[in-house]
C-alpha cells in the first residue's frame, strides 16, 4: 500500500514484469513464454479485471495478427535458407560481390530494415552469422552488428511510419526531419564500422574450406538465384502495401504475404536434391520457428497490457507535476515509453503531443524527442529485432548488451550536443 502511494501501482508493475521477464530469460525459459509472462504480470499487478479485454486485444488485433504471421513465415524464410545451405551461398557470393565483407556485415541488415517487420532482423542474421564468423567476431558481436546495422537507416527512411508520425505530431515535413537526422545516421554506421575493425581478426579471413576467403570474380546466377527470395520477399512486401491501403485492408498484412511469397520462391530455386517438402517439414520443426511466433504474440500482449492499464498517461501526469528542464524531459520520456514498450512508434506518439503541448517546436527538438524514442526502443528488452536475434544466435540478452548499451550511450552524446550547435549556434 505504502509503495503505491509513493509510486503509481502501474508503474510498479511494469518494473515487476520486466525483472520477471529478464530473470525468466537468465534461467533459460523460452524468450516466448517470458514475454506471455511479461504481459499477464503487468495486468495483474495492477488492474487484474482488464485481463479479459487485454487477450481480447491481443488476439483481435490486425497488428497482432499481421505480426504473428509474419514471424511464422520470416521465421520458416530464414530456417530454409539455413537447412537448405542457400545462406552459405549468398553470403559467400555477396562477399565476392562486394569483395568487403564489412561491407556485407552493414549492406545486408540495413537492406532488411527496408522491410517494415518488427522482429524482422532475423532475414539478416543468417547472412551476419557466415560473414561475421569468416571475420572472427563473436556470436554476442554478430548479434550487436545485425540490430544495429538494420536500424540506422530508420533516421532518413522516408517509408518509415515512426519518421512519417513524428514528422506529422512536430508539424515538420519527412524531408525537413530526415535531411536534419543524416549525420545521425552516419554516426550509426561509423560506430558499427569501428566495432567490426576492433573485434575481428582484420585481414585474417578464414572459412571452413581452406581458412581464408579468396575475393574471386562472383557467381552471378548464383548471387540471384540465392538472394531471390529474400529480395522477393521484401519487393512483394514494398509493392503490395499501397494497395492494401486501396482495399482499406490493414497494410501491414503486406509483410507476412512478402515473406510467404519468398518461402515458396526458395522452394522453387532450391535444387540441392532432396524433398521440397521434406525441408519445409524440417523447417517449420526447428524450435526457433514455434519461438518467434509466441514472442510475437507476448510482445503484443506486453504492448496491449502496458497501454490498457494506463502506464503513458500516468508518466503524463508526474510530468505535470515535476518541475524538469524540457531538454531532460525530451529526451527521457520518449526513450522510457520505448524501452517498457519494446514500441518506438508508442515512444513517439505517447510523449510527443504530451512535450509539445501545442507549441511550435523547432527540428532539432523533434529530432531529438524522435531519436530518444528510436535509440532506447533499439535497446529495449522487449524490442523484438534484439529477442529474435539473440535467439537465432543462441546468444545471452547481457552478452549483447555489453556492446549495445555503450554504442547507444555514445550516440545519445553525439545526439546531444548535435542538438546544443544545431539549436545554440545554427538556430536550427
Known amino acids: 500500500m505504502f509503495v503505491a502511494e509513493v509510486i503509481p501501482l502501474e508503474l510498479v508493475s511494469v518494473f515487476v514484469a520486466v525483472a520477471v521477464m529478464f530473470a525468466l530469460v537468465r534461467l533459460k525459459v523460452d524468450l516466448g513464454l517470458a514475454l506471455v509472462v511479461e504481459g499477464l504480470t503487468i495486468v495483474l499487478l495492477s488492474k487484474y479485471y482488464l485481463l479479459p479485454d487485454v487477450v481480447l486485444s491481443t488476439l483481435k488485433s490486425d497488428r497482432s495478427l499481421s505480426l504473428i504471421l509474419a514471424a511464422l513465415f520470416i521465421s520458416t524464410l530464414a ?3 539455413r ?12 562477399v565476392k560481390f562486394l569483395r568487403n565483407p564489412t561491407l556485407v556485415l552493414a549492406f545486408i541488415p540495413a537492406v532488411m530494415g527496408l522491410m517494415p517487420i518488427a522482429g524482422g532482423a ?3 542474421a543468417p547472412v551476419v552469422e ?5 571475420l572472427g567476431l563473436s556470436t554476442a558481436s554478430m548479434a550487436f552488428l545485425n540490430v544495429w546495422f538494420r536500424h540506422t537507416i530508420f533516421f532518413v527512411y522516408p517509408l518509415s511510419q515512426n519518421l512519417m508520425a513524428a514528422a ?7 524531408t525537413e526531419l530526415a535531411a536534419y537526422q543524416l549525420p545521425l545516421t552516419l554516426a550509426m554506421f561509423l560506430l558499427g564500422y569501428l566495432h567490426i575493425r576492433f573485434r575481428s581478426g582484420g585481414t585474417n579471413l578464414r572459412n571452413s574450406s581452406n581458412g581464408n576467403i579468396v575475393f574471386s570474380k562472383p557467381d552471378v546466377r548464383q548471387l540471384l538465384l540465392s538472394s531471390a527470395p529474400l529480395l522477393t520477399s521484401i519487393a512483394v512486401a514494398l509493392l503490395i502495401k499501397p494497395l492494401l491501403d486501396v482495399f482499406k485492408v490493414y497494410s501491414d498484412y503486406s509483410v507476412p504475404i512478402g515473406a510467404l511469397v519468398g518461402v515458396v520462391v526458395i522452394l522453387v530455386v532450391n535444387n540441392g536434391g532432396g524433398s521440397r517438402t521434406r525441408m519445409l517439414v524440417k523447417a517449420l520443426k526447428e524450435r526457433r520457428v514455434a519461438s518467434m511466433v509466441l ?22 501526469s508526474i510530468i505535470q507535476e515535476v518541475k524538469i528542464p524540457m531538454l531532460a524531459l525530451e529526451l527521457a520520456i520518449p526513450g522510457l515509453l520505448s524501452l517498457i514498450s519494446g514500441s518506438s512508434l508508442v515512444g513517439i506518439t505517447s ?10 517546436i523547432s527540428v532539432s527538438e523533434a529530432s531529438l524527442m524522435y531519436f530518444s524514442a528510436f535509440m532506447f526502443y533499439i535497446a529495449s528488452p522487449v524490442h523484438l529485432c534484439l529477442l529474435f536475434t539473440n535467439q537465432y544466435f543462441k546468444e545471452n540478452l547481457m552478452r549483447t548488451y555489453r556492446y549495445l548499451i555503450p554504442a547507444t550511450a555514445v550516440m545519445t552524446v553525439i545526439a546531444v550536443i548535435y542538438f546544443v550547435i544545431s539549436s545554440s549556434f545554427l538556430g536550427i
Open 79 to 81: 530456417e530454409l535458407y
Open 295 to 316: 514472442a510475437s504474440f507476448g510482445a503484443m500482449l506486453t504492448y496491449y497490457a502496458i497501454v490498457l492499464t494506463g502506464v503513458p498517461e500516468v508518466i503524463a
Open 122 to 124: 532475423i532475414l539478416s
Open 168 to 174: 506529422a505530431l512536430t508539424n515538420h515535413t519527412l
Open 351 to 360: 510523449s510527443i503531443p504530451l512535450l509539445t503541448l501545442g507549441r511550435s
Open 130 to 134: 557466415v560473414v561475421g564468423g569468416s
Open 83 to 94: 537447412v537448405s545451405g542457400l545462406i552459405k551461398v549468398f553470403g559467400d557470393e555477396l
